[in-house]
């Protein structure tokens, strides 16, 4: 499965001899037939061809027509047959057709899959036990869980002792007794599932925890947790314990959208007034120096954000002017239709956290901007 660390990876591949071909073709089976999907990859194909070398070419479509198996929602390919250089990614999500030949693999659109549909786990507890579950990009990577028959069976051992020995004291002193102890193994319950969820989470490098189940059941779960798994919720639903994973994973899904919505926001503004206190960048033009000089510490993106520019293959600066030669150190420089992803591949390359939202303040100012770090 796609990995953060393969994005670094492929940030910083570059192709010195002959250009990478990357192709994204939406292959939802409920959006489209395979007939399709089939006539997109050969349009996209063919728009390329002036550009991509004929092996790229062919390579991908010998995959598509025999080795893929229909099962994703989306898929990546990147090719540089000339350096042995190709890989594949299917998605349980859709993307947005697209085709892109250039010197390095086109990532852009990958990144912010990543931070759409990044790792997070659902807690799905009752007073009998939880299942928990891992999510990432859009599809269930791993589950456990720990259920038991305490409760029923210690209501009925409480109820057997109390139907034998029960004779001199009252129905509902016997009831308190029963509840009381039904409470205490709930209790514990819930305390062996939050040591789950501590180790389960943690093997899982997850950082986002929705909780799921009754109100009662989660309110009195939370407050077991410890508190750093409690600064990990970022929400809850109420679901029956029964709920199959597909619905598990479309009201979580609804949670996480609303949680980072609210949170890359609150980044948004953030980058706006750092901005404006010299402590941050707006507009592509101050963010692509700031990246290039090292100083970005999280680099905000709208959703589909473009634009044209050059790059140096000697010095590898970065500039949104279209030049052959390149203004810093002489060198030759080729023309990009987005300058926008190898701004991208640099602040990846330099560890910068990279976030992608669709919002109108951001657009507003230039549709990109940073926090910096000095």
Not at 133 to 159: H, I, K, S
Request: net charge negative; glycine share 8%; aromatic share 8%.
């Amino acid at each position: 499965m796609f990995s953060k660390q393969e994005l670094k990876e492929l940030a910083e591949y570059q192709s010195k001899t002959s250009p990478v071909l990357s192709v994204y073709l939406n292959v939802d089976s409920t959006q489209l037939t395979v007939d399709q999907s089939r006539l997109a990859l050969k349009g996209m194909l063919k728009s390329a061809a002036d550009k991509a070398s004929r092996q790229d070419i062919e390579a991908v479509e010998k995959y598509f027509d025999l080795e893929y198996d229909r099962r994703s929602k989306g898929i990546v390919i990147l090719s540089c047959a000339a350096q042995d250089f190709w890989r594949v990614y299917p998605l349980a999500v859709p993307v947005d057709d697209h085709v892109y030949v250039s010197s390095q693999p086109y990532i852009k659109p990958l990144a912010d899959i990543l931070d759409v549909y990044d790792r997070y786990g659902v807690v799905l507890v009752n007073r009998e036990g939880a299942r928990l579950y891992l999510f990432y990009l859009g599809a269930l990577q791993d589950v456990t869980g720990t259920y038991g028959q305490e409760l029923r069976a210690g209501r009925q051992d409480a109820a057997g002792r109390g139907g034998r020995s029960g004779r001199g004291s009252s129905q509902g002193d016997w009831t308190a007794s029963l509840e009381h102890r039904i409470d205490q193994l709930a209790e514990r319950n819930l305390r062996e599932v939050g040591e789950l969820t501590q180790r389960f989470y943690k093997a899982g490098q997850c950082e986002r925890i929705i909780l799921a189940g009754t109100d009662e059941n989660r309110a009195r779960f939370m407050g077991l947790l410890s508190r750093d798994l409690q600064d990990k919720v970022v929400g809850s639903f109420a679901i029956d314990m029964g709920a199959s994973v597909l619905d598990v994973l479309e009201r979580s899904l609804e949670v996480i959208q609303t949680s980072e919505a609210e949170r890359k926001a609150g980044l948004v503004q953030a980058v706006i007034t750092a901005a404006h206190k010299d402590n941050g960048s707006l507009g592509l033009a101050d963010t692509l120096n700031a990246v290039q000089e090292q100083r970005v510490q999280t680099l905000v993106i709208s959703q589909g954000f473009r634009a044209p520019g050059s790059v140096c293959t000697h010095c590898a600066y970065l500039t949104l002017r279209k030049v052959n030669e390149c203004p810093v150190c002489g060198g030759s420089a080729q023309i990009r239709d987005d300058i926008v992803d190898d701004l991208l591949h640099r602040a990846l390359v330099n560890d910068v956290e990279v976030v992608f939202f669709q919002d109108e303040a951001l657009e507003e100012a230039g549709s990109i901007g940073a926090l910096w770090r000095f």
